[in-house]
């Protein structure tokens, strides 16, 4: 009987080593690794790979089989004036660490190479890199009232998602072709092993359960990658992060075109409390001129695009644009509540150089101009740990768009 509960006992450790799970992690690291021209070792521990940019992860997807790639877009994305409520004591970067230990020939793009313990991370493999099923309340309101309603926090909390809370400013319209805006990059404290905390702008489309989006911005997300450092993400989906899409590049779809930026690899510096604020512009827009590609422009760095053939409503324009913060936890809604805090951790009330920000908001419309958004509101799901604030230091100064907060606390327990 001893005898064949150790066989047993071994037999499992093999299975878990040699058998399925680890066959199909193997596969999921051929799919993603695809073969280098060259290899960088960054000092934060990342190995970047230099991937022949015609054969990217993105290709094996059955609807860009004869994809013929855009290098970049056939308008211009626009410049904006800086309008930062400091006098200019913000900086832009698009910095990234593993870029001091080399850089990528031309004619290739730098992919961050997934290793074996970030695939075990997951909960399944198939489940590697990809966010939670959920639904959005108001979309199906939107499509029937063509946009411009106000959106109230009981609209959104109806349906409220069980393991994500979110802190964001939303416009509601018809045609969304574009949006974009200045997000200051903070390191958020205590963010737990088994959650992310995100700053980022979502474009949406499609039904409340079935939604279409992409999102772009920056993140910790030690289950993902294993670390708590800041790290530059983007995400889509076609089915409301049901079975579609996946951050950055861990599965086929967006089309990456820079020599200069990785996907999911860490920005440095960060902002501090009370001290100089370090940003980057994100834009998101749509060339309208070829197939409805979405283009992703950071810093001024042109990264890639969705191309409008992964999408139904999304390959149109959007219909909402989000812009704020997400922390995603098993420990949401419930007490304790995690600890893992949004943005700099601070509330929005804190305002500049103490919260996290969003500035210089715009979307691009039927005009094809960068405009401010006419109808916004704003919420958060759980306004005693998160809180939102769209501040105007005068009546006719520029808005800014402050979010965050620690998580558990003394009001969220």
Known sequence: MRLFLVFVILFGFYSEAYGKGSLDIDMKLKALNKPALKTIKSEDGDIIDCIDIYKQH???????????????????????KN???????????MSQIWSKSGDCPI???????????????????????????????FLDNALQNKGNFNITPEKVNSSRPRLISEAVLIALGYNYYGARSDLNVWNPPRVQASDY??????????????FESIEAGWAVNPRLFGDSRTRLFIYWTKDGYDQTGCFNLLCTGFVQTSTTIALGATIAPVSSPSRKQYYFTASIFMDVKNFGNWWLICANHVIGYWPGSLFNYLRHSAIAVQWGGEVH?????????????????????????????????????????????????????????????????????????????????????
């Not at 993105?58 to 904006?80: C, V, Y």
């Not at 309008?83 to 913000?90: L, Q, R």
Request: net charge positive.
């Open 83 to 93: 309008t930062i409520p400091n006098n200019g004591s913000d900086e832009q970067i």
């Open 329 to 413: 936890s098993p420990n949401l809604w419930k007490r304790p509540h995690t600890r893992t805090s949004m943005g700099s951790g601070q509330w929005a009330s804190s305002l500049w150089a103490k919260a996290c920000y969003h500035t210089n908001i715009r979307i691009r419309d039927n005009s094809l101009q960068w405009k401010y958004p006419k109808y916004l509101s704003e919420y958060a799901n759980e306004n005693k740990c998160y809180s939102t604030n769209l501040h105007r230091r005068t009546q006719k100064s520029e808005p800014h768009f402050y979010f965050g907060g620690p998580g558990q606390n003394s009001r969220c327990p």
């Open 197 to 210: 905390s995100s700053s980022q702008i979502w474009l949406l489309s499609g039904l409340s359960d079935n």
């Open 58 to 80: 993105a290709f094996d997807h059955p609807a860009l089989r004869n994809h013929k790639i855009q290098m970049k877009p056939s308008m211009e994305f626009g410049a904006m």
């Open 107 to 137: 004619g290739t793009i730098p992919v961050r190479r997934v290793s074996r313990e970030d695939i075990r991370r997951a909960s399944s493999p198939s489940r590697f890199g990809k966010k939670t099923p959920r639904r959005y309340s």
